[in-house]
């Protein structure tokens, strides 16, 4: 994803979809995945086939690694998912999770779990909400979430990108999951990360 | 200040059929705060190159000179980035990344606190436990600059590092270089980049040395005066890339066409 916002950034902050991917002769599915992750993430907003960074997309660039890492964090903090999961470690015995009880959690099809499950570690991991153990495959959260207090059924939220230079190979079932919002829910409802 | 200083080094090795010329009367310097490109075609000695500058291979004739020194062995004030990233994959991040500092003796508080800085710095932060397998080829990569990085090297050498990445990936490990070396309080003091990508030299090195194919010579020295962050789609920017690229095509055979040296910039 960070790939895809430092090539908009190369585009002046907005541009067409289309010739973003051919700068860097990409097919357009392949930027994609990134490009709902970042809109997802309020990054980036796509009109018209065209991708114009936001206020915190602008923001995001002109940072320095470390101060993306803390804006993402807050972004991720904001999804259904993060939320769920840091929700979901908070209650847990000894607050920690396996990635089987993961893939349970957010029962994402089998296909893809494995994969699915890797991004979402990856991303608390980078953004230092979680950590992980890959010898016992342990989830633990590095602060407690605060608590909600709401029940939330998770319904086939689709895998988050990748750490941010990669751009994942979601499938197409990934950009169909949907559901109904949460309540009080910041993020828009856009396929990547705000099915709930 | 010149760091390095290449004069008239020639390179052979033993072929099956007596010796082949890998480079010949190869002459430049790197100075402090350069940002150094070696372009050339595929097999034209750009690694080897980078070998000879590190000391961990010697020159046939010529010398290698670093701060005013003979490079004549493996010289410590150096680090490399290897395109294939080279971690040990049985330690975690932290551990490879400390792999290069152990070997300088430090009491172990004190390669902690400098292993955490450079796992911090290049957004490692949260991998520290992990292994080299469960991290993606831009994270790996990180590791490799960490661990280059953490002996706080006077000149960085990267060899085709961006080469094994995605584009995506590429794009974005490119720009945080490139944010790592505007750090006035981070190394190194100069950069050496292999690449065989033209516009990615032109976008990261404001040098480019361009050499021709084997046995290489310095066909120019070019530098790229061009204002960053550089916009890949202006015309500044395209008609360096068609320079250096009718250099590299229509660069020479083994001794015709002298070496241009400092004659070119951007601007002409």
């Known amino acids: ?196 | 200040m010149v760091i390095i200083r290449v004069e008239h080094v020639d390179k052979s090795f033993a072929g099956r059929h007596g010796n082949i010329s890998i480079m010949q009367d190869i002459s430049f310097d790197v100075a402090d705060s350069d940002f150094v490109a070696l372009v050339g075609p595929s097999g034209c000695g750009k690694s080897t190159m980078l070998r000879l500058i590190q000391g961990l291979d010697r020159p046939t004739s010529g010398k290698v000179e670093f701060r005013d020194k003979p490079v004549t062995s493996v010289v410590t004030g150096m680090a490399m980035v290897f395109q294939s990233f080279a971690l040990c994959p049985w330690l975690t991040v932290s551990q490879n990344v400390a792999f290069g500092i152990e070997a300088l003796g430090w009491a172990p508080d004190r390669i902690k606190a400098q292993v955490d800085r450079y796992v911090s710095v290049t957004g490692l932060d949260g991998f520290q436990e992990a292994y080299p397998r469960e991290l993606s080829g831009g994270m790996r990569q990180r590791v490799g600059l960490a661990r280059a990085l953490a002996v706080e090297p006077s000149v960085l050498l990267m060899d085709e590092p961006f080469s094994a990445l995605d584009p995506l990936t590429a794009e974005s490990l490119r720009e945080e270089i490139l944010q790592l070396w505007r750090d006035p309080s981070l190394p190194p003091d100069a950069v050496i980049l292999v690449s065989h990508n033209i516009e990615e030299a032109i976008q990261l090195a404001d040098r480019i040395i361009v050499l021709s194919r084997r046995p290489a010579h310095v066909l120019a020295d070019v530098h790229v005066d061009l204002p960053r962050p550089r916009d890949r789609k202006s015309s500044a920017f395209y008609d360096l890339t068609d320079r250096v690229y009718s250099l590299i095509t229509e660069g020479g055979g083994p001794t015709t066409a002298p070496p241009v040296t400092n004659g070119a910039t951007a601007s002409q």
């Open chain 1, 1 to 196: 994803m960070q790939g895809l916002l430092v090539l908009l950034n190369s585009h002046k902050g907005s541009e067409d979809v289309a010739l973003l991917a051919d700068d860097l002769d990409l097919e357009i599915d392949e930027i994609l995945p990134s490009l709902d992750f970042a809109s997802a993430l309020g990054l980036v907003k796509v009109h018209d086939g065209r991708a114009t960074f936001t206020d915190l997309g602008k923001r995001y660039v002109a940072a320095t690694i470390r101060e993306r890492k803390a804006i993402l964090r807050e972004q991720l903090l904001r999804t259904t998912l993060f939320k769920t999961l840091l929700r979901a470690l908070d209650n847990a015995p000894e607050h920690q999770l396996t990635d089987e009880q993961l893939t349970h959690l957010f029962s994402v099809t089998p296909a893809p779990a494995d994969e699915s499950v890797q991004n979402i570690v990856n991303w608390g991991r980078y953004t230092e909400l979680i950590r992980y153990d890959a010898v016992q495959h342990l989830l633990t959260p590095v602060r407690r979430a605060p608590s909600a207090g709401r029940t939330l059924t998770v319904n086939r939220p689709p895998p988050p990108a990748a750490p941010p230079e990669s751009h994942p190979t979601s499938g197409p079932s990934n950009r169909k999951a949907s559901g109904p919002s949460g309540p009080g829910e910041h993020t828009s409802p856009l396929p990547a990360m705000a099915s709930a």
